[in-house]
């Protein structure tokens, strides 16, 4: 499960870099792949700048729709779940 790999790889760099402590899961749906990371910083949950960092170093990029939350890499999606400033979660999804 390529989205198996991606979630452990985004969670392994977050923590890493003491960015935070995260939880990845994933299903599968009828059409895609979803995956779900909540993260929770040592005082709460991690800066947004700190995540967006992370994920432009492993590779993913701002989505062309324009959304600033929103990232693409290798057929999948990421979506930032903020709440002033903050990631509280990150989900990502892709086509089976």
């Not at 324009?66 to 990502?92: P, Q, W």
Request: glycine share 10%; hydrophobic share 40%; proline share 4%.
């Amino acid at each position: 499960m390529k989205i198996s790999h991606e979630l452990d790889s985004l969670c392994d760099e977050l923590q890493r870099r003491d960015v935070g402590r995260c939880g990845a899961v994933s299903w599968q749906g009828k059409h895609r792949w979803f995956g779900k990371v909540d993260l929770a910083g040592r005082f709460g949950p991690p800066p947004q700048t700190r995540v967006e960092a992370v994920i432009a170093e492993l590779g993913w990029a701002p989505a062309e729709n324009g959304d600033a939350n929103t990232f693409e890499h290798a057929g999948m999606r990421l979506s930032l779940y903020l709440h002033v400033g903050s990631v509280h979660a990150i989900h990502v999804t892709t086509r089976i």
